[in-house]
């Protein structure tokens, strides 16, 4: 009972915290640092804090007044500047740093803003760093010259150890920008990166609707026209696939373009080819005049988009090639759900020609290339070549990939 009791009460004080933790989180940098200056201003003034700070003067100490406390404030409240004034925000806190020990003040905890002024430079300056860097030299020069004729004890090495430390703090500033940067760049490059993919997957997109639908409607308008003349009551049929082609191809279009608006919203995903619209292209590529048969084996089940789109663009491209140059000769599709992988076959017997075929194009493309990318993508593996005994046949094999609830 007691553990629950201590893990409710642990509960409160951690959702207690989180409240405005979460609102100092989203606040912005000047808010940020103001609150810092401001802090670090009234803890300048605790007296057991007094033995903590930066001191490199030793020189008599003079009781505290006005200008100390002026000098004090001002080696703090400049750090509200220290992300978007970093240079200015050094030149005070070093000049107000300068003269208190100069003028032989007592150490305060103020003087830490030194130290918080020069690792904003090294982090936050973005241009003149050197000049910056070179100024500060030259002050801190200028400010041991002035410490040794005031009768400083401290020696040369002291100077050199304490100029040192002070390098320190500006370098670790430094490495933090770099790393910064390097940080920017690498999300720059990974942007590109993913900006090249997603353009090349577009391409490959627009590559398979318009050659498989700009073929049919070739394939079928020129069976048409020899219709007309040899059977013109059968013609109507053929310029009616056109047409029914057409309409397919501009709502693929209009879903791939849905991918590209401006909002960064896809269109519907009910309108995205999937397994289930095989039979179009099927039915597609018969009204072309394209004998296909086709063949479904097991249970078929909801699988990722990514995966129904690259089974139903391995049937439309072989079926857009079996139409290309092999028009009119038999192909066979074969689609086949397994619980572990989906096999997907299309074969096109040896070519033979008709006189309402076109003659074919030449061979090669970036159509097969693309499918073997989008596959291996999948995990999965595409082979494409000529059958031993003619014709020609494309095979695929890709892991099931279950669609998320």
């Known amino acids: 009972m007691m553990d629950r009791q201590t893990a409710r009460a642990a509960d409160r004080g951690t959702a207690f ?26 803890l300048a003034f605790v007296p057991t804090l007094s033995n903590i700070g930066a001191q490199i003067g030793d020189l008599p100490q003079r009781p505290a007044d006005a200008l100390s406390i002026g000098l004090t404030l001002a080696q703090t409240l400049p750090l509200a500047l220290r992300r978007s004034l970093p240079a200015l925000c050094l ?8 003269a208190h020990q100069a003028l032989g003040f007592a150490t305060t905890f103020g003087s830490v803003g030194l130290y918080l002024a020069l690792y904003s430079a090294g982090a936050h300056q973005a241009s003149h760093r050197r000049a910056l860097a070179a100024a500060a030299s030259a002050g801190y020069a200028v400010l041991a010259v002035v410490l ?5 004890p401290q020696h040369v090495l002291d100077y050199v150890a304490f100029y040192l430390s002070l390098t320190v703090v500006w370098l670790g500033g430094s490495v933090v920008r770099r790393r910064r940067v390097e940080e920017v760049e690498r999300q720059r490059l990974a942007g590109e990166v993913a900006a090249a993919d997603e353009r090349a997957r577009i391409a490959r997109e627009l590559h398979d609707v318009v050659t498989h639908h700009v073929t049919a409607m070739v394939v079928q308008a020129d069976a048409a026209q020899f219709l007309i003349a040899s059977a013109p009551d059968r013609a109507g049929e053929g310029l009616t696939a056109v047409s029914d082609t057409g309409r397919r191809a501009l709502t693929e279009l209009r879903h791939l373009l849905g991918v590209l608006e401006a909002t960064g919203q896809s269109a519907p995903a009910d309108r995205a080819p999937t397994l289930g619209k095989v039979g179009d292209l099927i039915e597609q590529a018969r009204r072309s005049r394209q004998p296909v048969e086709f063949t479904e084996q097991g249970e078929r089940r909801r699988q990722a988009v990514d995966l129904e789109l ?7 491209e072989a079926l857009t090639n079996a139409m290309k140059y092999a028009p009119g000769a038999r192909t066979a599709v074969a689609v086949r759900h397994g619980k572990e992988r989906i096999e997907i076959e299309v074969t096109t017997d040896a070519a033979t020609l008709s006189p309402a075929a076109p003659e074919p194009g030449p061979a090669g493309g970036r159509g097969l290339a693309g499918l073997r990318e989008r596959v291996l993508m999948l995990d999965g593996e595409l082979e494409a070549g000529p059958r031993p005994e003619g014709g020609f046949r494309v095979h695929a094999v890709i892991p099931s990939k279950p669609a998320q609830e």
């Open 91 to 98: 030149v005070a806190v070093g000049a107000a740093f300068a």
């Open 17 to 42: 915290l989180r409240v405005p933790l979460g609102w100092w989180e989203t606040r912005g940098s000047a808010v940020k640092d103001g609150a810092l200056a401001v802090a670090l201003s009234l």
């Open 310 to 316: 690259a089974c139903y663009r391995i049937v439309q």
């Open 148 to 152: 040794h004729t005031l009768g400083s």
